[in-house]
């Protein structure tokens, strides 16, 4: 079981930047994939960015070239940073782990991830 709590959430102005931590407990972080997802209020949770055992990473088409996943396995950290952030991606952030090294085969399947984090808010003023 890998806990996951998130930071890093906060109100930034259109074009800002941010970036999320995601601390995990565990051992087994490094050989895992994590991914990070949001939920903007009525909508459905999206997947934004997944990264694998060995650091590839796959993003949602709509935060391609603004967003980075990374992770710190020395630290047990995951991270997105958020760059010319736009209203539209106000949302809960969540963590996610899976159990697997590797990431589902479509981006953004939830049931593939069993560990979530409480969430992070982010808003994003025009």
């Known amino acids: 079981q890998v806990q996951l709590v998130e930071s890093g959430g906060g109100s930034v102005q259109a074009g800002g930047s941010l970036r999320l931590s995601c601390a995990a407990s565990?051992?087994?972080?490094?050989?895992?994939?994590m991914g990070w997802f949001r939920q903007a209020p009525g909508r459905e949770r999206e997947g934004v960015a997944d990264?694998?055992?060995?650091?590839?990473?796959r993003y949602t088409d709509s935060v391609k070239g603004r967003f980075t996943i990374s992770k710190d396995n020395a630290q047990n950290t995951l991270y997105l940073q958020m760059n010319s952030l736009k209203p539209e991606d106000t949302a809960m952030y969540y963590c996610?782990?899976?159990?697997?090294?590797?990431?589902?085969?479509?981006?953004?399947?939830?049931?593939?991830?069993?560990?979530w984090g409480q969430g992070t808010q982010v808003t994003v003023s025009s």
């Open positions: 996610a782990a899976a159990e697997w090294r590797w990431c589902p085969v479509v981006l953004g399947r939830k049931d593939y991830f069993t560990n």
């Open positions: 565990g051992s087994t972080f490094s050989s895992i994939c």
């Open positions: 990264i694998n055992d060995i650091g590839s990473a």
